[in-house]
């Protein structure tokens, strides 16, 4: 068992990566826990623990802005914002559960390292868009900031965007400052059933290319729809209207008349439709299947339902789509990854392949990230040694040997 | 928000030019490391690298080469032909390049910036030319790569609600292209007809809808980037999100020091069924500025929210008489977008907040003809203070709202220190604010009175938690102000990412930051000799 520290301020975590650098020991960074099975196994000489590196330093909800130290629970910081109105409009995905843990479970530091948005992605923007400002110590053992708690700047290069997604690989974040917006007054989901995965992609299409700000746009063919709280046991298309009461109706009129096309639909007034996007945010039809690996993988969104159908009938997996067909959430039958097939199949579409569940074993001999062509991999690994030259930080957890 | 046809920050100086081709030639014993300026903000004196003289030396063999790489007709070397390269919309600052290289394919990029990678000879990359922060200033022994000739828009995907574009299509050629579909591109800086998408990346450029559609980089799915050393990649695409870190973001807004992009994936929108403005009128800037905080607190995120005070609300309605009220201190127009029940719902809520915050005027447009008129006296801004003014600098600070009424305040005092005036217009939903400082170029002293002004504008959004620039970028106008904002550890970890992607520093040196480094002496570490003990951290 690797040696844990728990850092409780900024310094602690300085003297922490400088000792690390010194001495040649590695850290794993690490705030709740929660999804420390995502990514490549890291085989750290020490953890470094900032779940006590915690608290809410700012929030102005008329300037929409909210800064916490990385280690404050996600669970704190949504509640606060609710108690104002107010959200993290990338609808931060809830991954916990999916790996065996408890829900809200995450830490502000490992959402934005992980960079996991949810449904709201295709209209409000990634966790990555909503990243304004940071404090992190580099793996110099540096402490340093960049970019600011305003919404419009463009003093220097955008490092808290890089940060996002970087999985902790460039540096330890201390403090983070997020852009928030308001939390729409109600919602709706119009259903649309029985459609193919063609059909399916240009529904979705039709209404995302319609005035009517979709922002929501899900697919579940028959055997994961009927997971879905409120859906039925048949292909559904899901489309999410949220915004004042007024305009949510008239656009859910206005969505129903670009939909006749594609057949009738089905409307799931507020209480139904937020439980359902709760769902599809946080892949609960794979919730409790621990031993199936899971992929997410990012593709163009036309082309998304179709390719999700092809490797499910040649993997015997099952899968379901959103950000209208862009994202494909795939589950296998059993532990194997089928890394190949994966990527194969989506390689004619573009995007990247994660392998977001999966034994130890197998994220250890298979890309969990998706593999890096030259040039682009060597740029990618001179970036990482710009921030942590000696490679102490989370080693290995995107790409091997760094 | 480089305003087509304004003329900011002076006009022509040749005393300007030539100032700053001495301070060059002064500086040529300096080292790498030196700083490049004695610290005084003062555009003036500013001090760019030293030219290389054995790259000078070797400028007819440059210039050969570089015809046999895109042809002699790409190639510009003759000075009267190279003038209008000079300088970019900062036109204070003038200087001749080496010599100018118009490329027209990725291959050709790859190829020249690859040539001065082997040659170590430096590049500054260039696309319409209109930002107002010097970034595409020309260097005496740089070659000016213009990007002018990628003019084309190779996809135009709405069913993926997308485009792909050469980096040198304008901004509203984009928007031109796909609206007969009924779609937009959303992100809107008023230089828009001029500025290309290539420009917009490299400055993350804004507009007056950030507020609700986002900057640049919350609208771009991906790019192609020509590295210096002529390698290509390719950041995103159709798919959201990187699979790996996340470069794209640091390339939007790099401000060309990073590499140069050659082709653009950009996000589409679809046109809002309705636009409705409402323009009005308090009696401060407190009680505006409450007005805003309201409507935010209210859970509203207007299209765009714009504020003018009064000096710019005179100027503005003496050049376009589109009937602004003359006797407010403060005027804001703000647009709601979205299907007609929205808006309808949402004007009833934003006239009822504008009203308990004191509004002494108020008017809502009737007609799409009344809000294009709302907006005329807005986007004339610029150039109203030009007509009422021999000269002008724009400033671009951005700070958090609520501090507005002090900044304004503070802006009066310094206004009086100085000797000038200012007028304020200001993104009033994102805090970002545009000072316009008026002066005359050809009264002695009044420039460097004016740029000392800006500084200590800029030095108060700092202080008050704003930054140095909202969206105009760093270039070299704000570059020796970085230190206002960054201490030293801050600017070394910039100059580290700078060095993964340009490790001779070739690309756009003397732009952004305000020394120049060597990439070795960034990279050294500095650990103590000895092991050092594990801190005093608790431990498990």
């Known amino acids: 068992m690797p040696q844990t520290l728990l850092a409780r301020d900024p310094q602690d975590v300085v003297d922490a990566v400088t000792a690390a650098g010194a001495n040649g020991r590695t850290l794993e960074i690490r705030g709740t826990g929660s999804l420390t099975a995502l990514g490549r196994p890291v085989v750290a000489d020490t953890v470094l623990d900032l779940s006590a590196l915690s608290g809410i330093t700012l929030y102005e909800p008329e300037e929409l802005v909210l800064s916490a130290r990385c280690g404050t629970p996600r669970r704190d910081i949504e509640d606060m914002l609710a108690q104002s109105g107010q959200m993290l409009a990338f609808e931060p995905a809830d991954l916990a559960p999916l790996f065996g843990g408890a829900a809200r479970a995450g830490s502000l530091g490992g959402l934005v390292a992980t960079n996991l948005a949810g449904p709201r992605r295709i209209s409000a923007g990634a966790v990555r868009d909503h990243t304004l400002g940071l404090k992190a110590v580099s793996g110099r053992g540096e402490l340093f900031k960049s970019g600011g708690r305003v919404v419009k700047n463009v003093t220097g290069y955008d490092l808290p965007r890089l940060f996002a997604g970087a999985f902790g690989t460039l540096g330890v974040a201390t403090e983070i400052t997020l852009k928030v917006l308001p939390r729409p007054e109600t919602q709706e989901t119009v259903r649309l059933e029985g459609l193919s995965p063609e059909a399916a992609a240009a529904a979705m299409s039709a209404a995302l290319g319609s005035s009517c700000e979709v922002s929501g746009a899900a697919y579940a063919p028959a055997p994961v729809a009927a997971r879905l709280p409120g859906c039925p046991d048949t292909a559904t298309v899901l489309l999410r209207l949220e915004g004042f009461g007024p305009s949510v109706r008239a656009r859910r009129d206005m969505l129903a008349r670009v939909l006749i096309p594609f057949g009738p639909c089905t409307v799931m007034r507020e209480t139904p439709s937020a439980a359902l996007w709760s769902a599809v945010r946080d892949v609960a039809p794979f919730v409790g299947t621990p031993e199936r690996a899971l992929w997410r993988l990012s593709t163009a969104p036309m082309a998304g339902p179709a390719l999700a159908a092809r490797l499910c009938a040649t993997l015997d997996a099952e899968a379901f789509c959103d950000w209208g067909g862009g994202l494909i959430w795939l589950a296998l039958p059993g532990p194997r990854s089928e890394a190949d097939t994966v990527r194969t199949a989506l390689a004619a579409s573009g995007g990247h392949a994660t392998l977001l569940r999966a034994t130890a074993e197998e994220r250890a001999r298979t890309a969990v990230f998706q593999p890096l062509d030259e040039p682009l991999a060597a740029l990618t690994a001179r970036v990482k040694s710009s921030f942590d030259p000696a490679g102490l930080l989370n080693r290995g957890r995107m790409h091997e040997g760094w | ?540």
């Open chain 2, 1 to 540: 928000m480089g305003d087509a046809g304004a003329r900011p920050h002076g006009g022509p100086q040749e005393s300007t030019a030539a100032t700053a081709e001495e301070s060059a030639e002064e500086s040529a014993e300096e080292s790498a490391q030196q700083r490049m300026h004695d610290g005084s903000h003062d555009g003036s004196r500013l001090v760019m690298p030293a030219p290389d003289a054995a790259v000078l030396a070797r400028r007819d063999q440059i210039v050969a080469d570089l015809a046999r790489l895109v042809g002699a007709d790409s190639v510009i070397a003759h000075e009267r032909a190279m003038r209008p390269y000079e300088s970019d919309a900062l036109t204070a600052h003038r200087q001749l390049p080496l010599v100018v290289v118009l490329p027209a394919t990725t291959d050709e990029v790859a190829a020249v910036l690859k040539y001065c990678h082997d040659n170590a000879i430096r590049v500054v990359p260039r696309g319409a030319g209109t930002s107002l922060s010097g970034g595409a200033l020309p260097l005496a022994d740089a070659v000016l790569l213009g990007m002018a000739k990628f003019t084309r828009i190779r996809e135009i995907d709405t069913a993926n609600r997308c485009a792909v574009v050469e980096p040198g299509v304008t901004n509203l050629g984009i928007t031109k292209a796909v609206e007969h579909l009924g779609f937009y591109y959303a992100p809107d800086p008023s230089s828009q007809i001029a500025c290309t998408i290539g420009g917009n990346v490299a400055e993350n450029s804004g507009g007056v809808h950030c507020l609700k559609y986002g900057l640049t980089t919350n609208n771009v799915l991906g790019v192609e980037l020509a590295l210096i050393t002529g390698e290509i990649v390719r950041l995103g695409g159709k798919h959201l999100d990187a699979g790996g870190l996340d470069l794209l973001s640091v390339i939007i807004g790099s401000e060309g020091l990073l590499g140069v992009v050659t082709e653009v994936t950009v996000r589409l929108l679809k046109k809002p069924d309705t636009a409705r403005a409402v323009l009005v009128g308090f009696p401060t800037s407190e009680s505006a500025g409450d007005c805003v905080a309201q409507i935010i607190a209210a859970g509203i995120i207007p299209a765009g929210i714009e504020m003018m005070d009064k000096d710019a609300i005179a100027a503005a309605e003496a050049f376009v008489n589109v009937g602004y009220p003359l006797d407010v201190e403060a005027l804001l127009i703000i647009e709601l977008d979205g299907p007609e029940a929205e808006c309808a719902h949402l004007l009833d809520a934003v006239t009822a907040h504008a009203q308990a915050c004191g509004a002494t005027t108020l008017r809502v447009s009737q007609s799409e003809e009344e809000r294009l008129g709302f907006w005329a006296g807005r986007k004339a801004a610029f150039p109203a203070v030009g007509r009422i003014s021999p000269d002008y600098l724009c400033m671009d600070g951005t700070i958090p709202r609520r501090q507005l009424p002090f900044v304004l305040a503070r802006m009066r005092e310094l206004s009086h220190r100085h000797g000038l005036r200012v007028a304020n217009v200001f993104h009033a939903g994102d805090g970002n604010l545009h000072p316009l400082i008026r002066y005359d170029a050809n009264a002695p002293g009044e420039l460097e009175a004016a740029e000392a002004f800006g500084a200590d504008i800029l030095r108060l959004c700092v202080e008050v938690g704003g930054v140095l620039t909202g969206e105009h970028g760093v270039g070299i106008e704000k570059r020796d102000l970085m230190p206002e904002m960054f201490d030293a550890v801050d600017l070394a970890q910039q100059l580290r990412l700078k060095c993964a992607f340009d490790d001779q520093n070739l690309l756009n040196p003397g732009k952004v930051f305000p020394t120049l480094h060597r990439c070795a002496e960034m990279g050294r570490m500095h650990v103590s000799g000895g092991a050092l003990p594990f801190p005093d951290l608790p431990r498990f």
